[in-house]
């Protein structure tokens, strides 16, 4: 195991404390915001992790080195000797960018045109830094709000045909279907012709009802910007007489219209899913869905990719083309990796993330002397009602899902302290501190800082697990699922 230090990013949108208190930070970062925390294998912003001599080594040359041994047999074969993932905290404390992350095809497009242009991989331009698509997952650390996915086209029309102003009136009459009403302008069938001209190829396969969600998409996010603040008016008497079921909608769409005056893209929070979780809650974000965060602490895992592309509500480059080649139209429910069948809740102190990719996923997990559930259980609990009911703690535990044994983690202590342990050493984490664990480690224990060793690490059937002792702690492990 090696001590592992994150990176720092200081972006505008982040919080002033929440970040510097949580890896205890004091003066190191003065009065500037710290947005996201990155324990990282990206060749543009490594961690370095220390070694047993005491001297420092970024991640990548790490695994590169020793790529079976830090990586596993399968996680080497399929990835090659890099990290599979990307794993940060992140803490929002005004909304930041509507973007898309790339397909495939898409950054492996743009990342060699972009490098034939001889656009540097730092320029503030660059959109493609790798060639990776990024799908990401959220899991909250504390109430945390979002903005993910289209919502279903009649709750999209509602609201917008609500808002008094110009550009939104034209995304309603688009979305049902009034052509002549586009954008005010006289030459519509002109500008329909631009917005669709904007479709990526895949489009010819669409049906009309989701050509419009991308024209009126496309028309928010095109719209020129405004001086005062007549969007957030128009948009502030909204919840009257509106289904309290809209407000989270609305809400987001007046925290972006504060944060960013007079850009018409916050209109698209009108057309997206609102997303509120507490604690422990979770959302995973397919490439080529668009989305914002609007405020809160998270874990955020996702492909080993820095690839981002912004389409508003930010001051950051916007490449507005390749998002809509890359935006997925299609409407629905944000899906939640916690849920059956994404994922499962494993213990009364251990909840497993596990979305259908290779890269990565998530555990988060507490350790306690006390025999009570984790309170986050409980949560979850409430929230899936009948489903989880059923699975009550005997059952859970018989059906316990095991830490990943093999492949690279990486472990953060979130509260308290906590002790993880193989069969050669043991180190003991607090608030803020992490160790990257090999896969040549194997299997790991994680228990409260201050225990007494009894000596039963595992199982009936010889299997590991979390053991709680005297103290308390909780951790996230970042891992891959293989």
Request: charged share 20%.
């Amino acid at each position: 195991m090696y001590r592992i230090q994150p990176v720092q990013k200081p972006y505008a949108w982040g919080s002033l404390d929440r970040l510097q208190s949580m890896f205890h930070l004091g003066d190191e970062c003065g009065s500037r915001e710290l947005a996201e925390m990155w324990f990282s294998g990206h060749r543009q912003s490594p961690s370095t992790v220390q070694l047993p001599d005491g001297s420092f080594q970024e991640v990548p040359t790490l695994i590169r080195r020793h790529p079976e041994e830090m990586l596993g047999e399968n996680a080497s074969h399929l990835f090659g000797p890099v990290m599979p993932y990307l794993f940060k905290v992140i803490s929002a404390r005004i909304p930041l960018s509507l973007q898309v992350h790339p397909l495939d095809f898409q950054a492996r497009a743009g990342f060699n045109r972009e490098n034939a242009l001889n656009i540097a991989l730092d320029a503030p331009e660059r959109s493609f830094k790798d060639t990776l698509a990024k799908n990401e997952m959220v899991v909250a650390l504390e109430p945390f709000t979002a903005a993910v996915g289209f919502a279903p086209p009649n709750v999209q029309l509602r609201l917008l045909a609500s808002v008094p102003h110009p550009v939104a009136q034209s995304m309603a009459a688009i979305l049902a279907g009034n052509a002549e009403a586009l954008v005010g302008l006289p030459e519509a069938e002109h500008r329909r012709d631009i917005l669709d001209a904007m479709m990526p190829l895949s489009a010819i396969t669409w049906p009309e009802s989701r050509k419009r969600i991308f024209r009126a998409f496309a028309t928010a996010i095109t719209a020129p910007s405004e001086s005062g603040d007549g969007l957030e008016a128009a948009l502030r008497g909204l919840s009257e007489g509106m289904d309290p079921q809209a407000y989270p909608a609305i809400d987001n769409a007046l925290q972006a219209a504060r944060a960013f005056p007079g850009d018409p893209s916050v209109l698209c929070m009108l057309m997206m899913n609102p997303v509120r979780l507490d604690e422990g809650e979770s959302v995973y974000i397919p490439a080529g869905t668009p989305h914002a965060y609007i405020h809160g602490t998270a874990a955020e895992i996702m492909n080993n990719s820095d690839n981002v592309l912004r389409a508003g509500m930010t001051a950051k480059h916007k490449d507005i083309g390749n998002l809509l080649h890359s935006l997925n139209c299609l409407p629905g429910s944000p899906i939640d990796p916690s849920n059956t069948p994404f994922g499962i809740l494993s213990t009364q102190y251990l909840v497993t993330y596990r979305p259908h990719v290779n890269e990565f996923m998530l555990a988060y997990g507490h350790v306690d002397d006390s025999s009570s559930s984790w309170a986050i259980v409980g949560r979850l609990v409430r929230r899936y009602g009948e489903l989880l009911q059923r699975l009550r703690p005997q059952t859970l535990l018989r059906q316990r899902v095991q830490l990943p044994r093999r492949g690279p983690r990486v472990l953060l202590c979130t509260e308290g302290a906590i002790r993880c342990s193989n069969a050669e050493e043991s180190v003991e984490l607090t608030q803020g501190e992490a160790v990257f664990i090999p896969s040549s480690d194997g299997r790991v224990e994680i228990r409260a800082a201050e225990h007494h060793d009894d000596g039963h690490g595992s199982d009936e059937t010889g299997e590991p697990h979390v053991m709680s002792d005297v103290g308390k702690g909780s951790y996230l492990l970042a891992s891959t699922p293989l």
